[in-house]
């Protein structure tokens, strides 16, 4: 058990350090600020996810087709997201950062953050996204409770997060363990 617990520490600091380097990064540009905001550290827990998610080879159009990453709504971001990407690349793809208007389709994402002013429409885009290969992040209260993979939490100033296992099974996409160790599990497993 003791083993367990400290493998699991290792990993979470391990997933600290990632998270950081790519905060590091997004507040590089004069940033004279005491910490990362809220959104620089979520902005750096996409990227960490991607990296600890694996997709089918048909979620891809080529080999060398860059790995989509979406955000529809309100885009609660702004620059941190193209800042913390540019020429990263994500499992060999370039990373690649698209907003969406209500309405288009997300299909063509390998990612998608939900942002809070789509609380309405989040069942519908879930329904849309149902058994694509897309890794569905949103802070929106309860999201992985109703379908989607990923929900940011807030404990105080630190950002937590849960996954929904059965809906990442239903789109088929493998979650590293590592990742699974740290999150609140919802939805049983796949």
């Given at each position: 058990?003791?083993?367990?617990?400290s493998?699991?520490?290792?990993?979470?600091?391990?997933?600290?350090?990632?998270a950081?380097w790519?905060?590091?990064?997004?507040?590089?540009?004069?940033?004279?600020?005491?910490g990362?905001?809220?959104?620089?550290?979520?902005?750096?827990?996409?990227?960490?996810?991607?990296q600890?998610?694996?997709?089918?080879?048909?979620?891809?159009?080529?080999?060398?087709?860059?790995?989509?990453?979406?955000?529809?709504?309100?885009?609660?971001?702004?620059?941190?997201l193209?800042?913390?990407?540019?020429?990263?690349?994500?499992?060999?793809?370039?990373?690649?950062?698209?907003r969406?208007?209500?309405?288009e389709?997300?299909?063509?994402?390998?990612?998608v953050?939900?942002?809070?002013?789509?609380?309405r429409?989040?069942?519908?885009?879930?329904?849309?996204?149902k058994g694509?290969?897309?890794?569905?992040?949103?802070?929106?209260d309860?999201?992985?409770c109703?379908g989607?993979?990923?929900?940011?939490?807030m404990?105080g100033?630190?950002?937590?997060?849960?996954?929904?296992?059965?809906?990442?099974?239903?789109?088929r996409?493998?979650?590293?363990?590592?990742?699974?160790?740290?999150?609140?599990?919802?939805?049983?497993?796949?």
């Amino acid at each position: 058990m003791r083993d367990a617990q400290s493998r699991a520490q290792g990993w979470g600091r391990r997933l600290v350090r990632i998270a950081g380097w790519l905060l590091l990064t997004a507040c590089a540009v004069g940033a004279e600020k005491s910490g990362p905001s809220e959104y620089e550290m979520k902005g750096a827990f996409l990227y960490t996810f991607a990296q600890f998610t694996e997709w089918p080879a048909a979620a891809f159009d080529s080999p060398a087709a860059p790995l989509i990453n979406g955000v529809t709504g309100s885009d609660p971001f702004g620059h941190i997201l193209d800042d913390a990407r540019k020429g990263e690349s994500i499992h060999g793809r370039p990373a690649v950062i698209r907003r969406f208007q209500r309405g288009e389709s997300l299909k063509s994402c390998h990612v998608v953050f939900v942002g809070a002013s789509e609380k309405r429409q989040a069942p519908q885009i879930l329904a849309e996204l149902k058994g694509a290969n897309v890794l569905t992040i949103s802070e929106i209260d309860r999201f992985a409770c109703f379908g989607g993979i990923i929900t940011f939490t807030m404990e105080g100033p630190r950002v937590r997060f849960e996954i929904n296992l059965a809906a990442a099974g239903q789109a088929r996409l493998k979650i590293s363990s590592k990742l699974l160790k740290l999150a609140k599990i919802t939805g049983g497993a796949p």
